[in-house]
């Protein structure tokens, strides 16, 4: 059975820093393109950033490129540090994996997904 575990998330100031860890068990993340998305109260999710199966291309949406780094870390998984925090930033963040190959920036191309872990950026 495979299994997407988001850990990191919680409250912090604006201009802050937070670092999300992805971990699956089940499946071999680093052979996987990796994607985080969000969704704040009200909104529908949204992409965030994706990194292909072995790192060697992201994708950033516009609103978090410069601040958001996506990065594979071979002994934990698939990190998101996000720097520079808004309150804009505020929602709940899933990271989810992709069987097959590509950068996808699009929810539906991904196959598995993890329960999300609430960030929450005050002004």
């Known amino acids: 059975q495979v299994q997407l575990v988001e850990s990191g998330g919680g409250l912090v100031q604006a201009g802050g820093s937070l670092r999300l860890t992805c971990a699956a068990s089940g499946l071999i993340l680093s052979t996987k393109p990796v994607g985080w998305f969000r969704q704040a109260p009200g909104k529908e999710r949204e992409f965030v950033a994706a990194?292909?199966?072995?790192?060697?291309?992201t994708e950033y949406a516009d609103s978090v490129k410069g601040r958001f780094t996506i990065a594979r870390d071979n002994t934990k998984g698939v990190y998101l540090q996000m720097n520079g925090l808004k309150p804009e930033d505020t929602a709940v963040y899933y990271c989810?994996?992709?069987?097959?190959?590509?950068?996808?920036?699009?929810?539906?191309?991904?196959?598995?997904w993890g329960q999300g872990t609430q960030v929450t950026v005050s002004s």
């Open positions: 990194i292909s199966r072995y790192g060697g291309t």
């Open positions: 989810a994996a992709k069987i097959g190959g590509g950068v996808p920036i699009r929810d539906y191309e991904y196959d598995y």
